[in-house]
């Protein structure tokens, strides 16, 4: 393969996970997932974090070959999760006398993931500098983006920022590695599920992280995943930035648990009420059918939420259940919400759902509407009100 020049002597060293279906087991990875790592052959060398065991079979030998038999002096840890750390045990076997680089939080993790001796660990603290030569290296410790560990590292010299996790994005690099290369209508949809499903629970993290940066003069911002910004790195600055900062945008989603169709009647009614009212984007999803992690991102982008479900065993359906756990779990804020169920005997759907509502802190704008059997317009007439005051 070409070689990928990020800059002077910093090369890249991705690879694409077509394969896998679930990240961390758990979100679906329909346009599959990159995973970034960088090389540095300076007078000193250096990986700037590795990549998912097995994700790329030649990765030795391309390290290999492009140090040109020099050793590897540094692996640098920014994150010590396993899509970008899990080859530092074979890494380690290859080249025994390598220091591996990361604040005094990840050897705590080094140590339990791969026995590693303090004679391989090089600690560094916020502000300090790796010289490498050309390069001068800098290290932010960034907490909780998205481990305790979590740091990134910047390159003084060409004034390249390894952020890892934060700015990263799902979707793999078909060809274009670059911001300049690439249609980032696509990536945005995929960069926001990622940030809001992955990141967004330590929004407030990514802030303190911000400010940090705040400073700082960013060339190039190489993540962990998606494509590196070396045209417009501002962008996905302004993006993360909103993002963290939970800035919506005009629009309602509506997201509904139906076994018969009667509850989706219901989200559909409302839609339509909110549409004569001339706003443009509303989304309905069909909890059963779309993951949590797509109605989640969704969620971050728009202000407005209604949630409806049927009743389910004395409570909501459980598909819903789940959607509710992870928007608990991942905690968008600043939301304009109502609630809706259906029910044949004692109900259950909405308890739940107003249970679930008083945990989240968001801004109730209308009274739940609940109904019994099927829907007509009559037992709807709650929706008036829900509509007119959703945005
Ligand atoms: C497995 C199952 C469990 C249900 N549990 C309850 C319940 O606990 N309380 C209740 O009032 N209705 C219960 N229902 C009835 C439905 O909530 C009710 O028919 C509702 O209108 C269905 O809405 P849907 O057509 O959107 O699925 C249950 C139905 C099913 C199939
Ligand atoms: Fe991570
Ligand atoms: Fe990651």
Redesign the pocket.
């Known amino acids: 393969m070409k070689q990928i020049v990020i800059s002077n002597k910093i090369n890249y060293l991705g690879t694409n996970d077509r394969k896998k279906e679930l990240f961390e087991n758990n979100w679906p990875l329909p346009n599959g997932v990159a995973?970034n790592s960088y090389l540095i052959n300076d007078d000193k060398t250096a990986l700037v974090d590795t990549l998912e065991f097995g994700s790329k079979d030649d990765y030795l030998d391309v390290i290999a070959s492009q140090l040109g038999g020099k050793p590897l002096d540094y692996i640098i840890v920014n994150?010590m999760?396993p899509?970008?750390s899990s080859m530092i045990g074979v890494l380690l076997k290859f080249y025994p006398e390598v220091k591996v680089v990361s604040n005094i939080k990840a050897f705590k993790m080094l140590e339990a993931y791969f026995k590693i001796s303090p004679d391989n660990f090089l600690e560094v603290k916020e502000g300090e500098v790796l010289d490498l030569g050309y390069h001068k290296l800098t290290f932010y410790i960034t907490p909780w983006v998205?481990w305790p560990e979590t740091m990134m590292t910047y390159d003084k010299t060409d004034k390249v920022l390894f952020s890892?996790?934060a700015f990263?994005s799902f979707g793999t690099l078909d060809g274009g590695i670059f911001d300049d290369e690439i249609n980032f209508a696509f990536y945005e949809d995929e960069m926001r599920r990622y940030y809001s499903n992955?990141v967004g629970k330590y929004s407030n993290m990514v802030q303190k992280a911000f400010a940090k940066l705040k400073e700082v003069d960013i060339k190039v911002i190489c993540p962990?995943?998606g494509p590196i910004w070396r045209t417009n790195p501002a962008k996905a600055v302004e993006l993360y930035d909103k993002w963290s900062r939970h800035e919506s945008e005009e629009g309602v989603v509506i997201a509904y648990a139906s076994m018969y169709g009667n509850t989706e009647k219901m989200a559909d009614y409302l839609a339509r009420l909110i549409a004569e009212r001339g706003i443009k984007n509303i989304r309905i999803y069909d909890v059963s059918k779309t993951h949590a992690s797509f109605i989640i991102s969704e969620i971050w982008k728009y202000r407005g939420v209604v949630l409806g479900s049927s009743a389910y065993n004395a409570g909501m359906h459980p598909m819903m259940e789940h959607l509710c756990h992870e928007l608990s779990v991942v905690g968008p804020k600043d939301k304009n919400y109502a609630l809706f169920g259906s029910y044949s005997w004692n109900g259950g759907g909405l308890k739940s759902l107003i249970a679930f509502s008083e945990k989240v802190s968001w801004n109730k704008i209308a009274e739940p509407v609940e109904l019994i059997g099927a829907p007509d317009e009559k037992k709807m007439e709650g929706f008036s009100s829900v509509a007119e005051n959703i945005l």
């Open positions: 995973y994150h999760e899509d970008h998205h890892c996790d990263g992955i962990s995943h």
